[in-house]
């Protein structure tokens, strides 16, 4: 999101502070007027009153983000820029004040560790949260009504930078995750009348590269089959505009198969607004920050300047954050590159969303409106933030001679590492001020341990100098943690990484403290996203290793509540841990690995034991005619009855969940499709349900329903054709194949989704 440049003022803007964040009056004054002030119009009516009183340069001063509105008008200005990835956050759109009232929201984990719980409600809890907290600061002028937020963009590069930023690699967790997240986010999927929010499905599409090797994402080309784009890239798009009805989308820096996507009309028209149905006109695209000056000074696309702004616009992108367009639209349009009413249509979109957020209405009318600062980081919002966070962190190993829970008799605690006081760092990026961060040593002293601090190492550099301190306090201990990893001065946005093994010294004091130590537990902590950690795994000495991600402003209270077993772990791997040397491979995911991970995508352990299965009765077989008999298809798309066909139902699958140990836990159900099914190759297998049971007590049973659509069992052929084949499958619960349900489809193939053809 961040731009490569800083931005300079243009003069003809006449561009007002970046925190102005008046409400339009339209009671009284110039504006009350005008036809967008009258509630019995519909939004597009309204919006387009509004535009057709702008003068031509009104319109192209507010065609970028820092929108200077029309003084003239009584329309003030807008910031667009605003983001909320988990949890308010610092951007240009957001004013965090200096102290007291605004001065801090909640900050939850990093969508990466959010991923790992598996737990929807939970996702939803958290969006309206974020949602409450951001209408306080808007209804108190210190940000928009519009964010640029959820980064939606599959992990499947562990080099790229941003993973942090996106709950999964797998694109059905993704699609899962925006369907709870997106509603939570906007009050609902429609807006009754109002929408609290307006949320931004982003990066639209293929965009998963900072600045690797010199090759930045400013020019890169996506060389994407349509195989690829229908089955992984463009998944949650689909979910997360066509299901969850995102209000805006934001295309990307990149191009996908020579054109650059914020220029694509085949992408933003035929795609999106055509097959996912983003056609309403409130609802609209923005640029990525700097990304329409990207399509001519990197992609070189458009012929020029001018030519680049205008096929931007026609293409159907509705925002530049930047000056792109306020610096060439006028050339393009002396030239003839664009008309009036592609020009108006942008503005209509925009201002017809902001009728749809209540903008212009009067408050009083208006139960969002009356959300103040008193519902902002309140005590169920700082307990939902720890509980994200206990349920994201994943226990990889604990098979030692002293393993974890700690024992009661532990006093004394030696926390050892460049992030035992870690606090802004567990937060990671797009991140707002917390009223309080929780860290690893202060969580410990709050229960009263006896905690010696020694750093011993830097994340990075070779220095030793720390190691003998800290093995001289592990020795005084009765147990030792040593918390670690990476943080975002390694990976973040235009910071992709060379290489995904622990950086710096870390190993080499873990090795150590791993053969000092004893019979005293030891246990490791890794924060940050992929880390090959099989050279820590090896070590005997090393008890325990827990995977706690960027787990947000109470995570040190989250990571001592496992390691001390008030809390049980029973979170997955949202992405797979693969050995270092995988950085010379191409990536594709769990599906296509054929090696031996360090660590499968799904791993977790817990403190308990499990028994899974499934009912003896399941049908064995099923014919494509019977599952899309109540699907009717059109030569315009298909329509289901009330539903898409990828949508359709195929069957729900109830899985029990026996606690055979002696702890009271929370459990994840994966089950996953495999089977010899539609183009080779095949992927060895993929997601198609999940569902967390919470609080299992110990020798009782707790049972899941799995409702598996039809779109999950599908895939797609060469054109990009989503398709029900016929053929053997087998479903599988857990990475190990706990259970075991075979079946076979009989039959035609059916297509479910076709992407349009590309002219």
């Known amino acids: 999101m961040a731009p490569k440049g800083i931005l300079t003022v243009v003069a003809l803007l006449g561009v007002k502070s970046a925190f102005a964040r008046d409400f339009p009056n ?53 910031e667009w820029w605003n983001e909320a990835l988990h949890g308010v956050a610092r951007s240009r759109g957001v004013q965090f004040a200096n102290s007291g009232n605004f001065s801090h929201a909640t900050s939850f984990p990093q969508p990466i560790t959010m991923g790992a719980a598996f737990d929807m409600p939970l996702i939803k809890s958290v969006a309206e949260t974020t949602s409450t907290e951001a209408r306080a600061f808007s209804n108190a002028g210190r940000c928009g009504l519009n964010f640029w937020t959820p980064n939606i963009n599959p992990f499947r590069d562990p080099r790229w930078g941003r993973g942090q930023e996106v709950p999964s690699e797998d694109s059905y967790h993704m699609s899962e995750y925006v369907m709870q997240l997106i509603p939570g986010l906007q009050g609902g999927l429609q807006g009754d009348p109002y929408y609290k929010l307006a949320a931004t499905c982003k990066h639209y599409a293929g965009y998963d590269m900072e600045n690797w090797k010199g090759n930045r994402r400013y020019a890169f080309d996506a060389k994407i089959t349509y195989q690829d784009l229908q089955d992984y890239y463009l998944r949650p798009f689909r979910a997360c505009v066509r299901d969850a009805n995102a209000q805006s989308a934001m295309c990307s820096y990149n191009a996908v198969n020579g054109v650059p996507t914020c220029a694509d009309s085949w992408l933003l028209g035929d795609v999106l607004r055509g097959l996912y149905g983003f056609g309403s006109e409130d609802r609209w695209v923005t640029a990525d920050c700097d990304a329409l000056g990207n399509v001519w000074t990197d992609h070189r696309y458009g012929g020029s300047a001018a030519g680049a702004a205008a096929a931007s616009l026609n293409a159907g992108t509705d925002l530049d954050c930047g000056q792109f367009w306020p610096q060439n639209l006028p050339a393009a349009y002396n030239a003839k590159m664009f008309n009036d009413t592609v020009l108006d249509r942008s503005l209509i979109r925009r201002y017809a969303s902001m009728v749809r957020l209540g903008w212009f209405d009067p408050p009083a009318q208006q139960p969002y409106r009356q959300i103040g600062w008193e519902s902002v980081a309140v005590p169920e919002a700082r307990a939902l933030a720890l509980r994200a966070a206990q349920e994201g962190i994943v226990l990889l190993k604990n098979n030692g001679t002293a393993p974890l829970p700690l024992a009661a008799a532990v006093k004394k605690i030696a926390v050892v590492g460049p992030l035992g006081t870690a606090t802004t760092q567990m937060q990671g990026n797009y991140y707002g001020t917390a009223q309080n961060i929780s860290t690893v040593v202060s969580a410990f002293q709050a229960r009263g341990y006896q905690v010696t601090n020694v750093q011993g190492c830097a994340i990075t550099g070779a220095s030793t100098s720390g190691f003998a301190a800290a093995l001289s306090a592990a020795a005084a201990a009765d147990a030792v943690v040593f918390v670690g990893g990476i943080d975002t001065s390694v990976e973040a946005e235009d910071r992709d990484r060379e290489q995904i093994t622990w950086t710096g010294a870390q190993v080499q004091l873990i090795k150590q403290l791993a053969a000092a130590k004893g019979a005293k537990p030891f246990a490791v902590v890794q924060m940050g996203t992929m880390l090959d950690s099989s050279e820590i795994v090896a070590q005997a000495g090393v008890d325990s290793l827990l995977w706690a991600g960027y787990p947000g402003q109470d995570g040190g209270a989250a990571i001592v509540s496992i390691l001390t077993g008030e809390k049980a772990p029973a979170a997955r791997l949202p992405i797979t841990i693969y050995p270092g040397d995988y950085v010379n491979q191409v990536p594709r995911t769990y599906k296509w690995y054929t090696k031996t991970p360090v660590f499968a995508f799904g791993h977790g352990l817990h403190y308990t034991s499990f028994d899974i299965s499934l009912p003896a009765d399941l049908p064995a077989t099923f014919t494509t005619a019977d599952l899309t008999s109540n699907i009717s298809f059109t030569d315009v798309g298909p329509v289901a009855s009330g539903n898409y066909p990828d949508l359709a139902p195929f069957i729900s699958v109830p899985v029990s969940v026996g606690n055979t140990g002696g702890v009271v836990s929370d459990y994840v159900v994966l089950a996953f499709v495999k089977g010899e099914y539609g183009p ?30 039809l779109g999950a069992i599908a895939r797609s052929d060469a054109d990009g054709a989503l398709t029900l084949w016929p053929g053997k499958y087998q479903l599988v619960l857990d990475i190990d194949d706990q259970a075991v349900w075979d079946f076979e489809i009989t039959g035609d193939q059916v297509v479910l989704e076709k992407l349009p053809p590309k002219n």
């Open 26 to 78: 339209c009671q009284s004054g110039a504006l009350a007027s005008n036809q967008v002030c009258n509630m019995t119009l519909d939004p597009w009516a309204r919006a387009s009153a509004l535009v057709a009183a702008f003068s031509y340069n009104e319109k192209i001063s507010n065609s970028w983000d820092n929108s200077p509105g029309v003084s003239r008008l009584g329309l003030p200005s807008y």
């Open 680 to 709: 080779e190759p095949f992927p060895l297998k993929s997601l198609v349900a999940f569902a967390r049971l919470h609080d299992i007590e110990p020798g009782t049973i707790g049972t899941a329903t799995l409702d598996i659509r």
